[in-house]
């Protein structure tokens, strides 16, 4: 099993100053990012490897695709795609950024997607588009703005049409 994990403003906004836009001000879905991936294998590109401070994100395996070695004990790294799957012992995860998710979304069998209700203009990094004829969804579940998370948004799964 193979998913993609993102969240994504309204214009699919991803990244900005080698951070989330949002950065942490949606506490529930860091909560649920920790949650769909825990016990799995984490894929990540290099970018997102030091966005998230270089060091490997506990309970998942780590493998960080790059042209060089990360050098960072409990990180394994990969140079392509292909060669993170064929090192995941664990369900994959592809947890970004940009490159890689564009890269990764074919070989893909579910998307969990944050949609944030919300713009990010000094966005750089996107999410590709998600076409409708190949990605049907599958749940939906909308949470308010409330003391945890500054923007309104949805929790969404879209699974591969057959
Ligand atoms: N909103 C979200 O859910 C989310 C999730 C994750 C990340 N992000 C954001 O996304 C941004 C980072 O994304 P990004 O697109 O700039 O970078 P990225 O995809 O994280 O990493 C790019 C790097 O990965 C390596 N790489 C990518 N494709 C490769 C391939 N096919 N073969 C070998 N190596 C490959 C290269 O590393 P080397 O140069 O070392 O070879 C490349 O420079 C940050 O702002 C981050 O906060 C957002």
């Not at 900005?16 to 294998?41: C, E, V, Y």
């Not at 993170?84 to 664990?90: F, G, H, M, T, V």
């Not at 369900?91 to 890689?100: E, K, S, T, Y």
């Amino acid at each position: 099993m193979k998913m993609i994990i993102v969240g994504m403003g309204k214009n699919r906004e991803i990244g900005a100053n080698q951070d989330m836009p949002w950065s942490r001000a949606l506490r529930d879905d860091l909560i649920n990012f920790k949650k769909l991936s825990s016990g799995k294998s984490v894929i990540m590109g290099y970018r997102t490897f030091e966005s998230i401070g270089k060091k490997p994100l506990p309970n998942r395996q780590n493998i960080v695709v790059s042209r060089e070695p990360t050098g960072v004990e409990g990180v394994l790294t990969a140079y392509s795609l292909e060669a993170a799957y064929a090192l995941a012992q664990y369900d994959v995860v592809v947890m970004g950024g940009g490159q890689i998710y564009a890269d990764a979304i074919d070989d893909m069998d579910v998307l969990y997607v944050t949609e944030i209700d919300a713009e990010f203009p000094e966005a750089t990094v996107f999410f590709p588009k998600i076409d409708q004829t190949k990605w049907q969804e599958t749940s939906r579940e909308h949470h308010e703005i409330d003391e945890r998370n500054t923007y309104a948004f949805d929790f969404v799964k879209y699974e591969r049409k057959v």
